[in-house]
C-alpha cells in the first residue's frame, strides 16, 4: 500500500464518459480510470458510476482512502459558487443531484466541484500549455461545447458563476439548429452532437460513409474516435461535416480574439483530443482571415493536450 504519499483525484464527468486520474502534489499524473457515462438513467445512477471509477482508481493504483488529500470534479454545467450544488447539467443527468456529499461520505475527504472547462483552463495554466500565458479562453468542444475564461491570471467566473459559457453565444442567426432552446449557437453547430446529426443527416439522404461500418451494433452515437479514423480513411461525409465545424470555430475565435485579446486560445474536448491534428490548422487559418489582427495581434491558438 502506498500509505506515505499523498495524493489528489480529479474526476472529469463528459456526457460520454466519467474520466478520472490521481495526481501526486507535484501534478504527475499516478494513473486514470474510465468508464461510460449511463445516458438517459436517473442522477442516481450517474452518481453511482462516478463513486466506481474512484474506488476503482485507488484500487488499481494500491492506494489508501485516508491518503487522498482532496478530490475536484469537473461537471459539464452551472456549479453555484460554494462549488457544492449542481444548479444546470444540459448533457449530463446530475443537476440537483448532492455529489459533493456523496463523495465526502464515502471518501472522507474535501470535495471540490466546479464547471469542465473552468478547470481544464485552470490545469492548463497550472502545468500545460497555458503556463506563461495570463490571457487564456478555453473552447472545448465535446458532447457540447463549454467555455472558460482566464484574464490577468485569474478565472473569471460572474455575478451567478456562469460566465465563460461560451457554447450558448450566437454564431447563425439564420440557422435552424439549436441547443438549449437558442437557434445557431456555437454549441448547436460545433459539438459532437451537432456533427452526429449533420453526418446521419447526410446519410439518410442517401451519401455513403464508413461511419456506417464504424458503429457497432445498436449504437447510435457517432464517438469522436470513430470521426477520427473517418478523417484518416479521407472520408468524404465527414471531412465535410468537420470542414464546416472548422470554419465555425474559427468565426468563433475571431470574436473571442475581438472581445478579450487574449494571449492564447485553448481548444480541447473530445472532438478536439481526436481530430485536433486535422482540425487545428484549418481553426487557425479561419480565425487569421480577420484583417483587424494583422501586425498587433499575436494570439495563439493550441490544443489543450
Not at 486514470?32 to 471509477?53: E, F, H, R, S
Not at 445498436?218 to 470521426?227: D, N, V
Not at 465555425?248 to 481530430?275: T, W, Y
Request: with cysteine; aromatic share 4%; charged share 20%.
Amino acid at each position: 500500500m502506498k500509505k506515505n504519499k499523498r495524493y489528489y483525484i480529479g474526476v472529469d464527468v463528459g456526457g460520454t464518459k466519467i474520466f478520472a486520474g490521481l495526481v501526486d502534489r507535484s501534478g504527475t499524473i499516478v494513473g486514470t480510470k474510465k468508464a461510460p457515462t449511463p445516458q438517459n438513467k436517473p442522477a442516481a445512477q450517474v452518481g453511482k458510476v462516478i463513486m466506481t471509477v474512484v474506488t476503482d482508481l485507488l484500487a488499481e493504483q494500491n492506494v489508501m482512502p485516508e491518503t487522498i488529500i482532496g478530490i475536484g470534479v469537473g461537471v459539464p454545467g452551472l456549479i453555484k459558487p460554494n462549488h457544492r450544488d449542481i444548479l444546470v447539467t444540459p448533457n449530463v443527468n446530475l443537476a440537483g443531484y448532492p455529489l459533493a456529499a456523496n463523495l465526502e461520505k464515502q471518501f472522507q475527504t474535501t470535495v471540490f466541484l466546479g464547471n469542465d472547462v473552468n478547470l481544464g483552463l485552470l490545469g492548463a495554466k497550472w502545468q500545460g500549455i497555458g503556463k506563461e500565458e495570463d490571457n487564456i479562453i478555453g473552447i472545448f468542444p465535446g458532447t457540447g461545447v463549454g467555455g472558460a475564461i482566464i484574464i490577468n491570471g485569474k478565472l473569471v467566473n460572474g455575478a451567478q458563476g456562469a460566465a465563460g459559457e461560451l457554447g450558448h453565444m450566437i454564431i447563425d442567426l439564420q440557422s435552424k439548429h439549436q441547443s438549449a432552446g437558442v437557434y445557431g449557437t456555437l454549441e448547436a453547430l460545433a459539438s459532437r452532437r451537432a456533427i452526429e446529426r449533420e453526418i446521419k443527416s447526410r446519410i439518410k439522404k442517401g451519401q455513403k460513409s464508413i461511419i456506417t461500418q464504424l458503429q457497432k451494433k445498436g449504437t447510435a452515437t457517432i464517438k469522436s474516435g470513430m470521426l477520427a479514423e473517418a478523417l484518416k480513411r479521407k472520408d468524404k461525409v465527414v471531412t465535410e461535416v468537420i470542414n464546416d465545424v472548422c470554419h465555425v470555430l474559427g468565426k468563433a475565435c475571431i470574436s473571442i480574439r475581438h472581445i478579450f485579446n487574449p494571449d492564447m486560445i485553448i481548444l480541447g474536448g473530445g472532438v478536439i483530443e481526436a481530430c485536433g491534428q486535422y482540425m487545428l490548422p484549418k481553426i487557425r487559418k479561419i480565425s487569421d482571415r480577420d484583417p483587424f489582427f494583422k501586425n498587433i495581434d499575436q494570439c495563439k491558438i493550441e490544443p489543450s493536450l
